[in-house]
Every structure is written in C-alpha cells, then in structure tokens.
C-alpha cells in the first residue's frame, strides 16, 4: 500500500492507477464499518484509495475536534491488511494551504440546514469542501459511504450531481454491533453503562419502523414514542424523525420512508436510521 500526504503524491499516484478506481474517505479510527465499505470497494473496482483526515471545517468551536480519535498507525495497518492500494492521509495545511477562515467552501442548500445540520450549523459545509477536495484530487470512478450518515449520504450525492464530478456516490449498509448499535468512532466516549443503554435507539428505531409498516399513519405519535424511549434511556435527544427518502416530510402519498435520529448520551453523539415502507 502506498501512503499519500501531499498532493503531489497523489497526482503521482493517480496517473499510474489502472481501471476503475474506488475511494472510501474517512476520518481515521477505523473499525469493522469502515472496513465494510472497503470490501464494498473492492466488489467494484479494480484499484482502491482510501484517505485519512479528521477535517477542522465539519466541526464548530465547541466540538471535539481536538478529543477526536486518532490512531494513524492502526488504520494504516488495517488498511494495507485490507489490500488498500494507496493511502492518503494530508495534513490540514496540505488541505486547506490559505488557512480555514479563507477557504473557499461548497454548499448544499436546502439538505444542510434540517435534521443534523439543525442542530451543527455549518457542518455539512465542511464536509461538502472536503469530499468535493477529495474528489477533484483523486478523480476517482466511485465513493463509498456508510448510510449510518444517511443525511451526509444525500448530501453528498446532491453535490456530486450537481457539481458534474462523474463520481458514482454510493451508500453501503449500516454494519451494527451484535446488540444493534451502528459502528461508530465515537462510540470510544461511551462508558459501560451508557453503552449497555446506547442500542436502545437502534430499538426505538426498529419499532418505529414496525409502526409504518403495520400501516400506521399517525407520524407524530411514531415521533414523540421515539423520543420519549430515547429520553427514558438517558439520551439528550436531537431528534426523532420520519421522513420521505429524500429527507422531506412524509405526505399521504408517500410508500417510501426513513426514519432517523440523534441524541447524546454522555459525550458521545450517537445517530442512526432505518429504512420503512408500507
């Protein structure tokens, strides 16, 4: 596997990679969900890249930017073990070299201002800037990202098409611990109790699921069911929402639905979401 850090490395590397190229950004701390998507990657194409960076623009000034896991040594050997071809793992002046204040920044309106934008303004601009960096520094054919970010999932997407980057956006499965709990970095925060309680919102989920498919049409008593489970857990809840696959609300004619959430337990920000149809 070859290590990137500038992008110099990477234009070397990319004019000598062969047939379609896969690329799965992360933020490091990488565990069994971020080696799914690089099995998904590898299904699909010929050369694999992966990047590593914790990215200062999708955090605001009283996040964990600075507590954010970091092991570059153990994803880098994770990696390689995966058969990754190629790692690219900038610094943040190799990202953004006229400093964050003044860089220039992608936004998506209308997606990034509802659910988890609500609630981190300014977020989703940050993650926009940097995967669109990402794409137009190693071009590649497809992108990979966990539907656990099902929100960042539609942003990106929304970017991609409307940017005319010819990358294919693709989702990949939430993977889940045996109790339910999606993957996550940040579930390092959780202690034992919070932990035991954290997969009550993959449950909560799952029954509001049950509720729309049984044909329920009563969305704001589904809502309020969740949030109450979750608040009776111990979660500072964000929220608990149903919504039409492309993240509006629900009408009477919708078959199609995603039901989503987010709350914090201890330091942790935990999020999930399931699809529903009836």
């Known amino acids: 596997m070859k290590e990137l850090f500038t992008h110099t490395d990477v234009a070397y590397w990319r004019q000598n990679a062969?047939?379609?190229?896969?690329?799965?950004?992360?933020?490091?701390?990488?565990?069994?969900?971020?080696?799914?998507?690089?099995?998904?990657?590898?299904?699909?194409c010929d050369t694999v890249i992966a990047s590593v960076f914790v990215n200062p623009l999708q955090f605001g000034p009283d996040e964990?930017?600075?507590?954010?896991?970091?092991?570059?040594?153990?994803?880098?050997?994770?990696?390689?073990?995966a058969?990754?071809?190629?790692?690219?793992?900038?610094?943040?002046?190799?990202m953004y070299p006229r400093g964050l204040a003044a860089a220039t920044v992608v936004d998506v309106p209308g997606l990034t201002d509802i659910l988890c934008g609500a609630h981190r303004p300014g977020h989703f601009r940050g993650v926009v800037t940097v995967v669109a960096?990402?794409?137009?520094?190693?071009?590649?054919?497809?992108?990979?990202?966990?539907?656990?970010?099902f929100q960042q999932?539609?942003?990106?997407r929304r970017m991609a098409d409307d940017l005319a980057t010819g990358v294919e956006v693709r989702g990949v499965a939430v993977d889940r611990e045996p109790d339910g709990l999606a993957r996550s970095s940040r579930n390092a925060y959780l202690n034992d109790d919070q932990r035991q309680r954290a997969a009550v919102l993959y449950h909560a989920l799952l029954e509001a699921r049950d509720r729309l498919?049984?044909?329920s049409h009563d969305i704001?008593?589904?809502?309020?069911?969740g949030r109450q489970r979750l608040?009776?857990?111990?979660?500072?809840?964000?929220?608990?929402?149903?919504?039409?696959?492309?993240?509006?609300?629900?009408?009477?004619?919708?078959?199609?639905?995603?039901?989503?959430?987010?709350?914090?337990?201890?330091?942790?920000?935990?999020?999930?979401?399931?699809?529903?149809?009836?």
């Open 231 to 278: 608040s009776d857990a111990g979660f500072q809840v964000d929220y608990f929402t149903v919504r039409a696959v492309n993240l509006n609300p629900p009408d009477t004619s919708t078959t199609e639905f995603r039901v989503l959430a987010a709350g914090w337990l201890g330091r942790a920000r935990l999020i999930d979401n399931l699809p529903a149809s009836r």
């Open 213 to 215: 498919t049984s044909g």
């Open 153 to 156: 999932l539609a942003v990106i």
């Open 64 to 81: 964990d930017y600075e507590a954010y896991p970091r092991d570059y040594a153990s994803d880098r050997d994770q990696l390689a073990a």
């Open 83 to 94: 058969g990754v071809d190629g790692l690219f793992a900038p610094s943040v002046d190799t």
């Open 18 to 44: 062969t047939g379609r190229i896969g690329l799965v950004p992360t933020m490091g701390s990488l565990h069994a969900g971020h080696m799914h998507l690089v099995e998904a990657a590898h299904a699909e």
């Open 133 to 149: 960096k990402l794409f137009n520094r190693i071009r590649p054919h497809l992108a990979f990202f966990g539907e656990k970010d």
């Open 220 to 225: 704001a008593t589904i809502e309020e069911f």
